[in-house]
C-alpha cells in the first residue's frame, strides 16, 4: 500500500512560509573510513546528554542534537528540509503527524530494521506507528495514556465515589451540582483537540484508515458521536461547565476546588503542580472511567515517535540508534531523569526511573505502576494525512457548540465536512 500518492502540505501551517532547513547533508557526510554522522530533530528537553550516552558507546555511529520547535512547527520544516533533499536523518514526531510526513515522503520504511522491538510496546501504540499492512514508519519514543484526576479530599467531603463508568461519571456530576451548587465535576474544553480525539479512541473511534489508495475519513462515526452526544447533553444539563482550559479562570477554578476533577494525560501532574499550586497532595489518579463496565480501555493524549526520514545517510544506523533510544534500559532511564517523559516502552513504564510519584502526587506511591497497567488498556488511534485541519475546525464547531451549550452533533459534522473537503482539494481519493 502506497501514502505517497499526493505531495502534499495539508493546510496553510504547512505552505505559507518556506523556510531555511539544515538538514542531514550539511551537517557532515560520513568519509569511507570513518564514523556514521547523523542528525536528530527534536524538541524533548534534555536529550543532548541522553545521546552523549550512546555517541560514547558508538564511536562509528554518532549522533547530532539539534533542538526544534514542537508540533506544525517541525513539521513544516522537516518537510520543507526533505523537499530540499537536505531534513535531518532522525527526527521526533508526533504519532498524528506520521501520515503528513508519510504523504509527503519524508519518512522511511524501517520495518525491516525494527521488527523485533513491537513486543516492547503496548499494541495500541504499536498500530500508531504502522500505516499499511505492515509498514513500520517509527518507534514509539513517549505515550500519553489518559486517566481521571479527582480531588480525593472533596470527594470524600462531599460525599461523592470516584466513577468507574461514564454513565457514573454523569451521575457524580449530578450528585455533586445538588450537594454543591456552585462547584461543578469538570468542564469541556474545546481549546485542545487532543483530549477529545483520545475519548474517541477509547470508544473504538477509527477517524481515518485506508482501503487500497483510498482513504476512508470517519470522524463522526458511531464512536464519535456517542462521546460527542455524551458530553453534549452534560454541558446542556449544566451539569458541567463549558469553559476552556488553560485560562486563569480554569487555573483559579482547580486551586480554589470550584472544580475538583479533570479527565486528562499521564503528564496531568505537571500541569496541576503550576495550575493549581495549592493543592498539592489532595489528588488522586484512577483509570479513565469506562463505557463497558469491567474494560480497561483508554485514549491517547500526547506522546511522540523517533522516525528516520529517507534523506538519512544511513538508514540502517538511524533505525539502530532509534531503537537503542526508545527501547534500552540507560537510554529509557535518562530520558524519563532528564526530559521527565513518560516512556512508551512497556518495561521502563515501572522501572526505577519512575519508582517515586510525581511531586505532586506523593500521597499515592503506586501512581506509575497504575498509570502502567492502564497504559496497556490504549485503545488504537487511526490518524491520517490532515490532523490539522480536522483539530482546527474541531477548536471552532465544539467551541461554538460549547459557548451556546448547542448541538455538539453539528459540530462533529462539520469537522466531518471540512476534513473530507480539504483531502480532496489536494487530490486524495476519500471514501465516507
Known amino acids: 500500500m502506497h501514502y505517497r500518492t499526493v505531495a502534499v502540505s495539508l493546510t496553510a501551517a504547512l505552505t505559507a512560509v518556506a523556510v531555511t532547513a539544515c538538514g542531514g547533508s550539511d551537517d557532515g557526510d560520513s568519509?569511507?573510513?570513518?564514523p556514521v554522522s547523523l542528525t536528530y530533530w527534536t524538541w524533548?528537553?534534555?536529550?543532548?546528554?541522553?545521546?552523549?550516552?550512546?555517541?560514547e558507546?558508538?564511536?562509528?555511529?554518532?549522533?547530532?542534537?539539534k533542538e526544534q520547535a514542537a508540533g506544525d512547527d517541525l513539521v513544516t520544516r522537516t518537510i520543507t528540509a526533505a523537499q530540499a533533499g537536505e531534513a535531518p536523518d532522525l527526527v521526533q514526531a508526533e504519532y498524528q503527524a506520521l501520515p503528513t510526513l508519510v504523504s509527503n515522503d519524508v519518512l522511511a520504511d524501517i520495518s525491516g530494521e525494527v521488527a523485533d522491538a513491537e513486543e516492547q510496546f503496548a499494541p495500541g501504540l504499536w498500530q500508531?506507528?504502522?500505516?499499511g499492512t505492515d509498514a513500520v514508519y517509527a518507534l514509539p519514543q513517549d505515550s500519553g495514556p489518559m486517566m481521571f484526576y479527582y480531588r480525593q479530599d472533596l470527594?470524600?467531603?462531599?460525599?461523592?465515589?470516584?466513577?468507574?463508568?461514564?454513565?457514573?461519571f454523569a451521575e457524580t456530576a449530578r450528585a455533586l451540582k445538588d450537594v454543591a451548587p456552585d462547584k461543578y465535576l469538570t468542564t469541556f474544553s474545546a481549546n485542545d483537540a487532543?483530549?477529545?480525539?483520545g475519548l474517541a479512541q477509547q470508544a473504538?473511534?477509527?477517524?481515518?484508515?485506508?482501503?487500497?489508495?483510498?482513504?476512508?475519513?470517519?470522524?463522526?462515526?458511531?464512536?464519535?458521536?456517542?462521546v460527542a452526544d455524551f458530553w453534549g447533553g452534560l454541558v446542556a444539563e449544566d451539569v458541567i461547565l463549558n469553559e476552556p482550559m488553560y485560562t486563569p479562570a480554569w487555573n483559579q477554578a482547580l486551586n480554589e476546588g470550584d472544580q475538583i476533577a479533570w479527565v486528562s494525560a499521564v503528564w496531568a501532574p505537571g500541569t496541576l503542580s503550576t495550575a493549581a499550586p495549592d493543592t498539592a497532595g489532595q489528588w488522586a489518579m484512577a483509570p479513565l472511567p469506562q463505557w463497558e463496565e469491567g474494560a480497561n480501555a483508554t485514549g491517547s493524549w500526547g506522546g511522540s515517535t523517533t522516525a528516520v526520514t529517507n534523506d538519512a545517510k544511513d538508514q540502517e544506523a538511524a533505525a539502530e540508534f532509534a531503537a537503542w533510544l526508545n527501547t534500552d534500559p540507560e537510554a529509557l532511564a535518562a530520558m524519563v531523569r532528564e526530559g521527565g517523559i513518560y516512556p512508551a516502552a512497556t518495561a521502563a513504564q515501572t522501572g526505577d526511573a519512575l519508582a517515586e510519584p510525581p511531586a505532586f502526587f506523593e500521597n499515592q506511591p503506586d501512581f506509575y505502576e497504575q498509570?502502567?497497567?492502564?497504559?496497556?488498556?490504549?485503545?488504537?488511534?487511526?490518524?491520517?494525512?490532515?490532523?490539522?485541519?480536522?483539530?482546527?475546525?474541531?477548536?471552532?464547531a465544539f467551541g461554538s457548540a460549547a459557548e451556546s451549550r448547542g448541538d455538539f452533533g453539528e459540530a462533529l459534522t462539520a469537522m466531518q465536512r471540512a476534513t473530507v473537503e480539504d483531502m480532496e482539494s489536494h487530490g486524495f481519493q476519500v471514501a465516507e
Open 31 to 34: 568519509g569511507s573510513n570513518g
Open 44 to 55: 524533548a528537553p534534555g536529550m543532548e546528554k541522553v545521546v552523549e550516552i550512546w555517541n
Open 57 to 65: 558507546a558508538n564511536p562509528d555511529i554518532q549522533v547530532t542534537v
Open 128 to 131: 500508531q506507528v504502522t500505516l
Open 155 to 168: 470527594f470524600e467531603e462531599y460525599d461523592l465515589t470516584v466513577p468507574t463508568t461514564w454513565d457514573e
Open 194 to 197: 487532543g483530549l477529545f480525539a
Open 204 to 226: 473504538g473511534a477509527q477517524w481515518w484508515t485506508t482501503e487500497g489508495e483510498t482513504w476512508r475519513v470517519a470522524i463522526d462515526d458511531e464512536a464519535t458521536q456517542r
Open 371 to 396: 498509570a502502567a497497567a492502564i497504559a496497556q488498556g490504549t485503545a488504537p488511534a487511526a490518524w491520517g494525512p490532515n490532523v490539522n485541519v480536522a483539530y482546527s475546525t474541531f477548536n471552532d
